[in-house]
């Protein structure tokens, strides 16, 4: 089973993604850490990305869409994906399906994780001061967050007319969310 875990940042898309990882065994796909990742390699598309990120920008969809299908295809074992923070433009979505069809595989469900801006903006503010992710600044959180809504958002009835896109309240805490993902899922 492959599912896409959607929202904006500080919606909750990891924490669910690793409680699916943990419960299911699925292997979680996020674009943010890979590019993390490669920051602190200091590899070239680290650095390629470091700037964009601290502003809060989405990087270039086709160094996100390379980092995707190489790591689907180092993971022939994997029984699901679960792709979190990815995709957030329509491209991406675009070129995840071809990426899928090649392997012969599709997506069954988008979670959408519901939460409204000032809890994300209470969340983030809490992460920033346990975590130090210098993108959780309340600025950079602004960008973000703009990002989401002009860019990342469309996907909504992308996905709403493949019939792919069930809504959770992201409200809830964390196992209650877990709990209701759960039930969509045993569904399927
Ligand atoms: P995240 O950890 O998912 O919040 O991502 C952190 C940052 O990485 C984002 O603010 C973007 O700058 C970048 N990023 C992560 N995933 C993507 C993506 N799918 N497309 C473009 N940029 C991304």
């Known amino acids: 089973m492959n599912l896409v875990v959607f929202?904006?940042?500080g919606a909750g898309k990891g924490t669910q993604a690793k409680r699916l990882v943990d419960d299911r065994g699925f292997v979680q796909l996020s674009t943010g850490e890979m590019l993390r990742s490669e920051i602190s390699s200091?590899?070239?598309i680290g650095s390629q990305v470091e700037e964009l990120i601290q502003a809060?920008?989405?990087v270039p969809d086709e160094i996100v869409c390379a980092l995707i299908e190489k790591n689907i295809s180092a993971n022939p074992q994997a029984t699901g994906f679960i792709f979190d923070g990815f995709p957030r433009t329509i491209a991406q979505a675009d070129a995840l399906d071809r990426v899928?069809?090649?392997k012969e595989m599709h997506l069954d469900k988008v979670i959408r994780l519901v939460v409204?801006?000032?809890a994300l903006v209470t969340?983030?503010?809490k992460r920033f001061e346990e975590e130090g992710r210098k993108d959780d600044n309340p600025e950079?959180?602004?960008v973000r967050l703009a990002a989401y809504n002009e860019q990342t958002a469309p996907l909504l009835p992308y996905y709403a007319a493949k019939g792919l896109l069930n809504e959770v309240d992201g409200m809830?805490?964390?196992d209650e969310v877990a709990l209701v993902i759960a039930g969509m899922l045993d569904g399927v």
């Open 56 to 58: 809060g920008d989405l």
């Open 42 to 44: 200091g590899s070239i």
């Open 100 to 102: 899928l069809v090649e």
């Open 172 to 174: 809830a805490n964390i």
């Open 123 to 125: 969340r983030i503010t």
């Open 7 to 9: 929202g904006p940042p």
């Open 116 to 118: 409204d801006d000032q």
């Open 140 to 142: 950079t959180f602004q």
